[in-house]
């Protein structure tokens, strides 16, 4: 009696777990179900632009399949009425009937298959530019957290996946169903106890579709995945090939590659091997229904209550479907294919910029360049701040440099700026206005940027000066190129300006691609200059040189600066030393020498050897007294007039 009770009781709790579970996994269905066709109509959507050749297709499509339904009717009408009549001339009449009808099946044929393919090309074409155009809008969040390999494996493979889709999945989908139609309704009309067997192949082909349908949808993302993963390892692999030569890590490369390669073969073969055996079940089931109707036809042709040429086309019109569902089991595949790489190509699509222009935003103008951050903290993301109550006043025409160990902030500090990140508290103004209540593009035409990490394109050297205004002038550009100190070594090149650089820039050294980086910024004028530790790649000569122009260029600008190298540091107006994102000192060189702090430690650590070796190249410098002599009169001429010689030409250029 205890065991019966306790039996039970355990029965009230095991019983409605059970069915909670069965509820919860239809609920997951049902959920996937929709989801799985939203991503369909977000495809067939891409369609709406280019309707005219997509209904044309269907027309194709229609009269395609109305032409290949009329052949078995002519076949029963010959076989019925032509043979028993024995009239040679009906005979002919219907052979020729049968001739037009086949010629016209295949001329629209024709049109459905180019038409497809068409579309499909074009629904590519817009897809890639809608893919690209988002991904330039998308915010630095978005590209720090996404690898390049996965992106690009959307932008070819998932797109190409689409666009095949359209002719392979889609069409061909509706291509069976109005041929299962038409067949039917035919059938019906022709006898409804064979058209009643015909139709048990529905339940059988639509539960095969179902289940290899739902085990082919994972793999199929698993392959799309694996293959945006398997282009990571090769961008990376190839973009670092001087790193991995330099540690001569040749083989280990080739087995992450082959690695990650099997893994993509496993997954492709698994997805293969299953669809290979809906096909011939598909088929088997055809045959199967066409065997029963043969057999039922014949045993009522015998019994004289159906014609020959009725069972003929019956007969024809089942083999008919031949076509569509040998291919079904392909479809099936371009099914889950095509809703794979849609969800990965739309996840893109449907992520928002973090960075987006308030709504009446108001466009900058050319600023004075008055910069405040005021009581600036950030983090990344949902992480741990890594700046803390920041306050900085820079007044137009200073120069503000910071310093302090790496991992203290300095670089997230000035990216905050252009508004690459937003402020988690506190606020960034430029001449008064929060950086986030003007437009993106009008912030960043007034900031220049120069970064420590040179990035060039696969161009020509001038493209890349240029590559900021894109209707510069060969004057405008040359004029950027002097003030830079890159003039000289553009002539000495083989075609001058018109010398391609490579990939990033691999045609040059450290110090000249410095120099493109800083031309390319000058040329964009800008009222704000940001320099993260743009000289720290060229021998001192050059940075001398270098900072020859920058000092001319950068009177009238607020300059940011980002230093290693003590000449930058001590003439600026305002030395801010950042330790774990808080600003712990801030002064002149003279005064934070004279506090002995952090940056006496520093100076005496790093810049006093700086110091001591500078003064001895500039003592052996042929030119040096001519250069002071030139720089004095420039800095005295500075003070009756806005007007240097370096900026004045080139803002008058820029103009």
Known sequence: MVVGQSTARKDQFVTPSIHGQRKHKIFVYLESWQASWRIYLRIIALLRPHWLPSLGTLVCLGLSTGFALIVPWLLAWVIDVGVHSGHFTDLLLAAGAILLASASRGLFAYGQGYLSQAISCLVAYDLRNQVYDHLQRLSFSFHDES????????????????????????????????????????????????????????????????????????????????????????????????????????????????????????????????????????????????????????????????????????????????SPIRTLGYVVTWFMRGLSS???????????????????????????????FEHVSFAYGNGTEVLHDIDIDARPGQVIALLGATGSGKSTLLHLLPRFYDVTSGRVTVDGQDVRKVTQASLR????????????????????????????????????????????????????YDTWVGERGVTLSGGQKQRVAIARTLLLDPGILILDDATSSVDMETEYLIQQALDAVMRGRTTFVVASRLRTIKHADQILILEKGRVVERGTH????????????????Q???????????????????????????KAKSTKQSTDTVDTGEMREVTR
Not at 173 to 178: E, I, K, R, Y
Not at 614 to 627: F, H, N, T
């Open 147 to 322: 690898e390049t390999g996965q992106l690009m494996s959307r932008m070819t493979v998932d797109i190409e996946a689409v666009r095949n889709f359209i002719p392979m999945g889609l069409l061909r989908a509706l291509l069976a169903v109005v041929t299962f139609g038409a067949i039917s309704i035919l059938l019906l009309q022709l006898d409804w106890r064979l058209a009643l067997v015909t139709l048990l192949s529905v339940p059988i082909l639509a539960l095969l579709a179902v289940q290899v349908a739902r085990r082919l949808r994972p793999l199929w993302l698993q392959v799309q995945n694996e293959t945006g993963a398997l282009g990571t390892v090769m961008q990376e692999s190839l973009s670092g090939m001087r790193v991995v030569k330099a540690f001569a890590r040749e083989e280990f490369e080739t087995e992450k590659f082959e690695t990650k390669n099997r893994e993509l073969r496993e997954l492709n073969l698994a997805a293969m091997r299953l669809s290979a055996w809906n096909q011939p079940l598909m088929v088997l089931a055809l045959n199967v229904i066409t065997v029963l109707v043969v057999w039922i036809g014949g045993v009522v042709v015998i019994g004289h209550r159906l014609s020959i040429g009725t069972l003929v086309a019956v007969t024809q019109y089942i083999l008919l479907l031949g």
């Open 342 to 372: 849609g969800t990965r190509i739309f996840g893109v699509l449907d992520t928002e910029p973090s960075i987006i222009d308030a709504p009446g935003a108001l466009v900058l103008p050319r600023v004075q360049g008055h910069v405040r």
């Open 445 to 496: 035409r007034n900031v220049g940027l120069v970064l420590q990490d040179v990035f060039l394109f696969n161009a020509t050297l001038r493209d890349n000066i240029s590559y900021g205004v894109a209707n510069a002038t060969e004057e405008q550009i040359v004029t950027a190129a002097k003030v830079a100190r890159l003039h000289d070594f553009a002539c000495s090149l083989p075609d001058g």
């Open 590 to 605: 003279e005064s934070l020498l004279a506090y002995g702090g952090l940056y006496t430690r520093l100076y005496d650590l």
């Open 607 to 633: 810049l006093r050897e700086q110091e001591e070796f500078e003064a001895r190249v500039l003592a052996s410098y042929p030119y040096r007294d001519k250069d002071e002599q030139t720089s004095n009169r």
